[in-house]
């Protein structure tokens, strides 16, 4: 059990990590949780305080609203070691 623990959290950092630069503006990721029934992870990623004013200079100038999350669910599986 423990080797699935270090798994995920191994998953958890690569998450944390590689989600922002999904985004061209700046993101913070939220909850990292893993679903065991699925074999899945879910992150949810809030803009951050930045990510209005990189928005609206992106845009021109635009107002722009930035209310609510976003959640990502990842399959994981497995690889094999040769």
């Known amino acids: 059990m423990s080797d699935v623990r270090s798994e995920v959290d191994d998953v ?7 989600v922002p630069e999904l985004f ?3 993101v913070t990721v939220g909850n990292i949780t893993y679903n065991a029934n699925s074999n899945s992870v879910s992150v949810t990623v ?4 930045q990510a209005r004013a990189q928005l609206s200079d992106r845009l ?3 107002n722009v609203k ?3 999350t976003l959640e990502f669910e990842f399959r994981l599986s497995e ?3 040769d």
């Open 79 to 81: 690889s094999t070691s």
């Open 66 to 68: 930035t209310d609510g």
């Open 24 to 26: 061209e503006f700046a």
């Open 46 to 49: 809030e803009p951050s305080s």
């Open 12 to 18: 958890r950092e690569r998450l944390r990590a590689d």
């Open 60 to 62: 021109g100038g635009v």
